[in-house]
C-alpha cells in the first residue's frame, strides 16, 4: 500500500479541525446559556400568579416590616402582602428599601382588584383568589402608597430611603 509522505499532516490536521469545531460549539452552547440566564433571570414585571404559600405576618402593632416567603439560594427574599376581604391581613405592609435597591413584593388577594403603587405608577391587575408580582428599581425616593385601586384600600407603605 502506497502512503503519501503529507498523509500524517493531513490525518492531524482532520482532528485537529473536529475539535476546534467541537469547542466552538460547546463555547456557543455556554454563550446561549448565560445569555438565557441575564435576559430571563432578572425581573418579575411580566409574572402574574405565583404558588408559593405565605408565611404569617411578623410584628405586634397590627403593622407589619416585611413578611417573606422562603427564598431559593438563587433568589433573594421577596415581600408578601397577603388581602383577605378587601383588606391587608395584619395591617399595611410597611416596606423598606435603599435607593437602587430592586423592589420586590407579591400580592396574594381573595379579591380581583388592581394593585397600584402610587408614585412609580406601576398597576397590575389581581384576580381573586390569585397573585401578582412586582419588581422594578428604587429609584424614587420617598413614601409611597400601595393600594388596592378600585377599593380605595391601602395595602402596604413603600419607603424608599437615599
Given amino acids: 500500500m502506497f502512503t503519501y509522505p503529507d498523509c500524517k499532516y493531513l490525518e492531524s490536521s482532520v482532528v485537529q479541525s473536529r475539535t476546534a469545531r467541537v469547542l466552538i460549539a460547546v463555547a456557543a452552547l455556554v454563550a446561549v446559556v448565560v445569555l438565557f440566564v441575564v435576559l430571563a433571570g432578572g425581573d418579575d414585571d411580566g409574572g402574574s400568579d405565583t404558588t408559593t404559600q405565605a408565611q404569617p405576618a411578623t410584628g405586634t402593632t397590627g403593622t407589619t416590616t416585611r413578611t417573606q416567603e422562603q427564598p431559593t439560594p438563587a433568589e433573594e427574599a421577596v415581600a408578601r402582602i397577603v388581602v383577605e376581604s378587601g383588606q391587608p391581613r395584619g ?18 388577594s381573595d379579591v380581583a382588584d388592581e394593585v397600584h403603587v402610587h408614585g412609580y ?7 381573586a383568589g390569585g397573585s401578582v408580582r412586582f419588581g422594578f428599581p428604587a429609584s424614587i425616593e420617598g413614601v409611597f402608597e400601595v393600594e388596592l385601586e ?7 407603605e413603600l419607603r424608599v430611603s437615599p
Avoid at 96 to 106: I, L, N, Q
Avoid at 150 to 156: F, K, T, Y
Fill in 91 to 108: 395591617g399595611v405592609e410597611r416596606l423598606s428599601f435603599d435607593s437602587g435597591e430592586r423592589v420586590r413584593f407579591v400580592v396574594r
Fill in 121 to 127: 405608577d406601576i398597576s397590575k391587575d389581581v384576580p
Fill in 150 to 156: 378600585g377599593r380605595g384600600v391601602e395595602i402596604a
